[in-house]
């Protein structure tokens, strides 16, 4: 069955550090989508990739999509103490349906200030 | 956001209590899910409704029963725990259908469940 990994699994920066997170399928992806989900929240949604070798940016924060469609990554530039959280990246392989979404282990991020 | 709204939001119950777990999304989306969330674990997903109709139940026991009246709501009853199932359980909804964001995850803000 399909499987998604992240790493690192936590990661302790200094504010002002950058961060980055990466997101491997073991099958090929029709899209990746990112959550975060703050210290005793929940999940939200922060972006959706579908197309091969895309990159979208949100102010600091830079998601990719990998050529081959099952990696991602996202990376924040000059982390601040508003980027603690877990960051989750999600996605639905090829050929499945629309509520077939799995999402990946999650990396834990703290920011040191 | 009150997009998904979860109730109780704490529930602590001993292993012979019966219990339900609400779930009400004004979105007026077609999907709606039931996540586990633990500690050490990432999120597993339970159960799916589309259209009011149960497409995913992913080898969850059977003392986890989900209902869905309607579109907009959903309920997971729960009977004769573990201590094990103590977790964040989490309501999610989507548009469901074939649109290129059919398938993004509104969550709503959990209940956190203990089991004695």
């Known amino acids: 069955g399909q499987q998604v990994m992240q790493i690192p699994q936590y990661q302790h920066v200094q504010e002002g550090e950058d961060f980055t997170t990466y997101c491997n399928s073991s099958t090929t992806l029709s899209n990746i989508q990112w959550y975060k989900q703050r210290p005793g929240g929940h999940p939200v949604f922060l972006i959706q990739?579908?197309?091969?070798?895309e990159v979208k940016k949100q102010k600091r924060l830079t998601f990719q999509f990998g050529e081959a469609k099952k990696n991602s990554s996202l990376h924040i530039t000059a982390t601040q103490t508003t980027d603690v959280g877990t960051y989750f990246c999600?996605?639905?392989?090829?050929?499945?349906?629309?509520?077939?979404?799995?999402f990946g282990t999650g990396t834990r991020l703290t920011v040191i200030p | 956001e009150t997009g998904v709204t979860q109730t109780p939001r704490h529930l602590v119950m001993g292993m012979t209590n019966k219990k339900s777990l609400k779930c009400e999304q004004h979105?007026?989306?077609?999907?709606m899910y039931w996540y586990k969330q633990s500690a050490k674990k990432p999120l597993e997903l339970m159960f799916v409704?589309?259209?009011?109709?149960?497409?995913e139940n992913n080898s969850v026991p059977s003392r986890f029963s989900p209902e869905c009246p309607n579109s907009s709501h959903l309920f997971l009853h729960l009977h004769t725990l573990q201590p094990e199932d103590s977790a964040l359980y989490l309501c999610?909804?989507?548009?469901?259908?074939?649109?290129?964001?059919?398938?993004?995850?509104?969550f709503g803000p959990g209940t956190r469940l203990t089991v004695l």
């Open positions: 999600a996605g639905r392989e090829v050929g499945t349906g629309a509520n077939n979404l799995f």
């Open positions: 409704y589309n259209f009011k109709e149960q497409t």
């Open positions: 990739l579908v197309k091969s070798g």
């Open positions: 979105l007026g989306h077609n999907a």
């Open positions: 999610a909804s989507s548009h469901g259908g074939t649109s290129g964001r059919a398938d993004t995850q509104y």
